[in-house]
């Protein structure tokens, strides 16, 4: 079936430091990808999506590209900020079947 | 617009004892999803509605748990009787339709410990 691995965390990082949390997929076909996000108190919150293969999503500064030939998605910014702390998610919607997420990167900006 | 709704924020019950949660999604989404997040996994899909008609219930242990989505709106999730590992997040999730690559807007969860 279909799933998600996601780089292990805790990741804390400064201020301004450039960020990348991997994703990588199992799927047949060509699923759509997603980067949802937690921040403390709130629900999970859509923060990027791909929908096909070489697609870049991007939103608030995150980018991810949807790479089918290493069956990746990792997320990056260039430069974090304190409000960037939060849990992230990347997610795997295919056709009718559920969004598969996996595990979750819990992120931390210092000052 | 407003977002999903859910009830309670935080609920903590003793083993064997039941519990339910209420959940109203976004006006005009046909489709309501609970998911279950236990602290430090990914959610898990327990049941996804379609309108009033379930789509997927696959990962719904139905010994204990039920959900229903009686008039295509708000839906309530039940579990009786509770164990110590349903201590989670019980996340409602709702979206316009039902393809793998439609946006989910979540509620913020009802947070549930099992003594």
């Known amino acids: 079936g279909n799933s998600v691995t996601q780089m292990e965390g805790p990741v804390t990082l400064s201020e301004e430091a450039f960020l990348t949390i991997n994703c990588t997929y199992t799927a047949t076909g060509y699923p759509s990808l997603f980067w949802y996000v937690q921040y403390p108190g709130e629900g999970l919150q859509l923060l990027l999506k791909a929908t096909k293969a070489d697609d870049k999503g991007s939103n608030k500064g995150f980018e991810a590209t949807y790479r089918k030939e290493t069956t990746s998605f990792h997320l990056e910014k260039g430069s974090v900020q304190v409000s960037d702390s939060a849990v992230y998610f990347c997610?795997?919607?295919?056709?009718?079947?559920?969004?598969?997420f996996g595990q979750g990167t819990r992120l931390t900006i210092n000052p | 617009e407003a977002g999903v709704a859910q009830s309670p924020r935080y609920k903590i019950i003793e083993k064997r004892q039941s519990v339910a949660f209420w959940c109203n999604p976004i006006?005009?989404?046909?489709?309501l999803y609970w998911y279950q997040q236990i602290l430090g996994q990914g959610p898990k899909l327990l049941i996804q509605f379609q309108n009033n008609g379930v789509v997927d219930d696959s990962q719904l242990p139905k010994d204990r748990f039920s959900a229903e989505r009686l008039k295509g709106v708000d839906s309530t999730l039940k579990i009786q009787p509770a164990k110590l590992e349903d201590s989670a997040v019980y996340l409602c999730?709702?979206?316009?339709?039902?393809?793998?690559?439609?946006?989910?807007?979540f509620g913020s969860g009802t947070q549930l410990s099992v003594l």
């Open positions: 999730a709702s979206s316009f339709g039902d393809r793998g690559r439609e946006k989910l807007f």
């Open positions: 006006s005009g989404h046909a489709t």
């Open positions: 997610a795997l919607g295919q056709g009718a079947q559920k969004l598969v």
